[in-house]
């Protein structure tokens, strides 16, 4: 029996679905062209002066050093660690899923401070390499492992029975299958380090993004750190239009959705202890590190500076409500932006819709604090309402991880069985009518993957909230970062405990719901 | 219920022609099976009735209404009140079964309406399923809600397309029966479309053959079989023995002797066609020689030679419990008149 693929060539992209992913495509790049915008305002000469300062080709070098060296690094272990959970007879599988996950949600600075508190070496460029790579291989474990799912087992009895072995059939037969899902994974991967600025605020290591900062607060020269992000913008659009060129019209995951037989998992037999001890390492590194030094902190809160401590936590409550609140509000942006660009890259093909649904990873042409500067200045010049004001902050969350939850939507969109719609819509319901009753309960899951993602993401986030939160509030980050820069931690870490508590319920849920879709199939 | 009519219909993907000169008519509260080989254009024809897309030239009609017309209006799929069975179901896995019933009545009555339990009723399901999800069915009770949710809007025609997929033989047999009397109580207009000859000649009023696009032949499932258009169409609807012979006045003369030809304008050379069953081994006749034989429980196909020079390989079925063994020298004889063809 043949299966309808749910992309459409020939289908024509409804003129109210093209027109609202079009105004996305426009919000999400809005700091991109403003950025530009600034950049030509100091005139050339301060561009031509940016872009020849000695140190700028260094950073430059500096900063995609680090993206080659941690991305793949972040593939291995993402693809490892899927593979092992998903096809696997591991012992205790939903657990070690849960602290694959977990590093993602760990906010970025608080595990930049504990590393830097474990001395010299890590402060410098491996430091920084295995941060990035530690907190960021979970982006590339979930595409993996939610394609592996989507496999068909049929495929692989095939090679089996065709006399390959297990690591054979892996690399012959199941990596290729990978290719689309790795791809994007890494993209994401090699993009953030691009412009991660976060990771590396308590190291010594200079990136472009540290450079471009040491611009705006030291030269206090907004156009010379446009200028500078110019190379920024323009490797990320190398990197967009590369991944499209060798992902190229490969969709292997689509072809055998639908009813699919539970597939078989290997023994590890005598690999079991060199396993579970690598994902151990894996997880004592990216989870244990910061935990580890939280503990620390507390602990020297206690014998040191308990008057301190206590003091600050006052500031506790009123940070995390800011926090939750900028959280859900961004989160919720962030999927109405989201959802109309994945159904788009779901159902439709063409260049049209290549260029809409890449327009949203422009997010990732800068550094954070970059996009926040020009947001920042946007709205002092033209629109004046809302500048300093917490709404455009909630904007500036919501467009900086757009991406993510395009990512979260798609990768359930992508599994519900074209026919149900069709059904729906021979049965009375418009395209709308469809979209609500049938397409958005099925990929609910999905929904809410991309809600707690961007919900953590901004929990995690410091740079944008330096520049843009009004000056009457506080978030755990920034109170973090406040306080971890006078004499000891303690006072920071009863920011630190509420933001890993809820990276953890973060990382819960997000392992429970990524790429999951309500099929017929469930038990 | 309503009649289908579809006239003139064409559609190409880029350059690709998938559907041209498209002519059919279902008459209201009939079944016809659209019969075709994977590729032929069956799914393009069927999304084309429902509004999925639209024609690049012709017109449908369901009744009086012209629902898609090249180059004029086109009704949106939802406001065309057509029943549609996907394959495999594809019940809503977030609903239950009264409530993947209740889907298409309008919104008043998707609670408690007395047409969801009717719906399940025509199906042959008791109230039982009711409060059940869709994964707590068999793969053939998935088919019969999917019958019942189409049928439940009392839709003006019912598409139904390759609904037995993926089902074992008796199941099938059993679904099949169910989704006919349904259609039948409920006096519906349908089309089904299939690859499965038995499928559609078993279930259609009309069958109509789809090849590369094109409709070549629409009739009975009886003249279908006994009197296909060309010698393709008889070999795709089922085994054909074709042999050389000369036509004149009703009458063809070939290897296996006289015999009476249903197209009698044929004059000269032509080429028979016969159906297996129409050649029994018997005490008469002419002689052949049993090559080997395929058994199939109540029918055994018996491959043989003719016993002269040519040695012209035929089919024969056979009914028998005994059937006689390779290297039998045996006698065969034609009941029934034949078809024939101009020579290609």
Redesign the interface.
Request: charge should be neutral.
């Given at each position: 029996m043949r299966r309808r693929s749910l992309t459409n060539p020939f289908s024509t992209i409804p003129l109210e679905l093209l027109a609202v992913c079009i105004v996305v495509a426009i919000l999400v790049a809005l700091p991109v062209g403003i950025t530009v915008v600034q950049a030509f305002q100091g005139g050339i000469s301060a561009i031509r002066d940016a872009l020849s300062a000695s140190s700028s080709s260094t950073l430059l070098v500096h900063t995609v050093l680090l993206a080659a060296a941690a991305t793949p690094v972040a593939g291995v272990i993402g693809v490892a660690g899927a593979w092992f959970v998903e096809r696997t007879k591991l012992p205790f599988r939903q657990v070690w899923a849960l602290l694959l996950v977990a590093p993602l949600t760990v906010p970025l600075f608080v595990t930049s401070y504990a590393w830097a508190t474990l001395g010299q070496p890590l402060q410098g460029f491996w430091g920084a390499a295995g941060i990035v790579a530690f907190s960021y291989y979970p982006i590339i474990y979930l595409l993996v492992a939610v394609a592996l799912r989507g496999l068909d087992p049929a495929l692989e009895e095939t090679a089996r029975a065709l006399g390959l072995n297990a690591r054979q059939t892996f690399f012959r037969v199941v990596l290729p299958q990978l290719r689309p899902a790795l791809l994007g994974g890494l993209l994401l991967v090699a993009l953030d380090a691009l412009v991660e600025f976060d990771a590396f605020v308590a190291l010594k290591f200079q990136t472009f993004s540290s450079d471009i900062y040491a611009q705006y607060r030291l030269g206090f020269s907004i156009s010379g750190a446009a200028a500078l992000s110019f190379f920024s913008i323009l490797i990320c659009l190398v990197f967009l239009f590369g991944e499209a060129r060798l992902r190229g019209n490969a969709n292997y995951t689509r072809v055998s959705q639908g009813a699919r037989r539970a597939t078989t998992r290997y023994e590890l037999g005598k690999w079991l202890i060199p396993v579970m001890a690598g994902l151990g390492a894996v997880i004592a590194v990216s989870v244990g590190i910061p935990i580890a030094m939280l503990i620390k902190w507390f602990s020297e809160s206690t014998s040191a500076g308990v008057s301190m401590a206590a003091a600050n936590t006052k500031y506790l409550f009123p940070a995390s409500v800011t926090s939750i609140g900028l959280g859900l509000g961004a989160a919720l942006v962030a999927i109405l932006f989201a959802f109309p660009i994945a159904i788009l890259a779901v159902k439709h093909k063409g260049p049209v819709v290549t260029i809409l649904e890449r327009a949203t990873y422009l997010s990732f042409a800068l550094p954070d604090l970059v996009a926040a500067i020009a947001l920042s200045y946007a709205a002092s010049h033209w629109v004046p309402s809302v500048y300093g004001s917490f709404g455009l902050l909630v904007f500036a969350e919501a467009i900086l991880f757009t991406p993510f939850a395009v990512v979260a939507i798609r990768a359930t969109l992508g599994q519900i069985e074209p026919a149900l719609e069709d059904s729906a819509r021979a049965l009375g319901s418009s395209s709308l009518r469809a979209l609500w009753r049938v397409t958005m309960p099925l990929a609910r899951p999905g929904f809410v993957a991309a809600a707690v993602l961007v919900f953590a993401f901004v929990l995690g986030d410091l740079s944008t909230a330096q520049v843009l939160l009004p000056l009457n509030l506080y978030t755990l980050g920034t109170e973090f970062q406040a306080n971890s820069s006078t004499v000891a931690f303690a006072a920071a870490a009863p920011f630190a405990a509420v933001l890993i508590v809820l990276a953890m319920a973060a990382a819960y849920v997000l392992m429970s719901r990524f790429g999951k879709v309500r099929s017929v199939g469930d038990g | 219920m309503a009649e289908l009519r579809c006239a003139g219909l064409a559609k190409s993907?880029?350059t690709r022609l998938v559907l041209s000169d498209l002519d059919l008519v279902v008459p209201a509260g009939t079944l016809t099976a659209i019969l075709g080989a994977?590729g032929s254009g069956k799914?393009t024809l069927l999304r084309l009735i429902?509004?999925?897309?639209t024609p690049d030239e012709g017109t449908i009609m369901l009744g009086d209404n012209v629902v898609a017309n090249a180059g004029g209006a086109n009704v949106?799929?939802?406001?065309?009140?057509?029943?549609?069975v996907?394959?495999?179901?594809?019940?809503?896995?977030?609903l239950t079964v009264a409530e993947n019933v209740a889907?298409?009545l309008p919104r008043a009555e998707r609670k408690s309406s007395a047409r969801i339990g009717e719906a399940l009723d025509l199906v042959g399901l008791s109230q039982e399923y009711a409060g059940r999800s869709?994964?707590e069915l068999s793969g053939g009770e998935?088919r019969r809600v999917?019958l019942a949710?189409?049928l439940a809007?009392r839709p003006r025609i019912v598409?139904l397309d390759?609904p037995f997929?993926?089902l074992d033989a008796s199941l099938r047999t059993e679904t099949r029966e169910a989704v006919v009397n349904a259609l039948a109580l409920e006096g519906t207009t349908a089309v089904l479309v299939t690859h499965d000859q038995a499928e559609a000649l078993s279930m259609g009023r009309e069958v109509a053959l789809l090849r590369a696009g094109r409709l070549v032949q629409t009739a009975t499932p009886t003249s279908l079989y006994r009197d296909p258009v060309d010698l393709d169409v008889a070999h795709f609807i089922g085994e054909a023995v074709v042999l050389p012979g000369t036509a004149s006045a009703g009458v063809v003369e070939c290897a296996l002797g006289r015999l009476d030809v249903r197209t009698p304008n044929l004059e000269g050379a032509v080429q028979v066609m016969i159906r297996p069953e129409q050649i029994q081994l018997t005490t008469g006749g002419v002689r052949a020689e049993v090559v080997d034989h395929v058994y199939y429980g109540p029918e055994t196909i018996v491959r043989l030679v003719l016993a002269d020079d040519s040695r012209t390989p035929i089919l024969a079925k056979s009914f028998a419990q005994d059937v006689p063994a390779a290297g039998e020298i045996v006698n065969v004889a034609v009941t029934g008149p034949v078809a024939a063809y101009p020579p290609q």
């Open positions: - | 993907y880029g994977s799914t429902i509004g999925f897309i949106a799929p939802d406001k065309r009140s057509i029943g549609y996907a394959q495999e179901g594809a019940l809503f896995p977030h889907f298409g869709p994964h998935q999917a949710r189409a809007p598409l390759e997929s993926g």
